[in-house]
Structure formats: C-alpha cells, structure tokens
C-alpha cells in the first residue's frame, strides 16, 4: 500500500498555492486576520469542506508584537478545534499586508 498517495488523495493542498492576504491593507492585524480566513473560509467551501478540515496552517506576519490581534480573531474564528500552526515574523509581505496565511486541508 502506499501510504504516500493514500494521503494525497485526501488532501486539498495549500490554498490558494501563494498563501491569502487580506482585500484591504490598510486596516488592522486583526482585521486583516478576519478577512483572510473568510476567503480561506470561501476557497474551502468551493473544494468541498469547511475550515474544521484544515490539518496544518502557515502564518506569516511582519510585526510578532501584533500577534495577540490575530490569536484573538483565530480563537474567535476555530474555537476548540485549532489545527497546528506555525506563526513567522518576516521582514515584509509586500502590498502593505502586515499577514500571510497558507493553510493545508482535507477533503470532505
């Protein structure tokens, strides 16, 4: 058996492939933070599953000192069901975006 593409076949991938930025960057970490996992939210339910099937996350964000804006949005937004994430200051995103956020989930 093999195992390998056992477990491609569930999995969607990252989505969308470059990460998602908020619409607007001029607003806040937090506000950022609650449009990007809308579209995220979005881009699931086009591919058939909802936030609760995501495996694994990938934050990017050009100021850690704001990090507790956008754990607050995330609580808000998973509840209990945090998946496993790895948050990474960098030095810019480009576009004035203050987050990036790439996120790995399963179908159905």
Avoid: C
């Avoid at 990090?67 to 949005?73: N, R, S």
């Amino acid at each position: 058996m093999n195992l390998s593409a056992r477990l491609h076949n569930q999995v969607i991938g990252a989505l969308p492939p470059g990460g998602t930025i908020a619409d607007d960057t001029s607003v806040s970490m937090g506000e950022q933070t609650r449009n990007i996992l809308g579209k995220i939210s979005g881009y699931l339910k086009q591919a058939g599953t909802d936030p609760s099937r995501i495996v694994s996350v990938s934050i990017f964000v050009t100021d850690l000192s704001k990090k507790t804006e956008m754990d607050a949005v995330w609580t808000e937004f998973f509840g209990d069901n945090l998946p496993a994430r790895a948050t990474v200051g960098v030095a810019d995103l480009g576009g004035g975006a203050l987050i990036e956020v790439v996120v790995t989930a399963l179908k159905g």
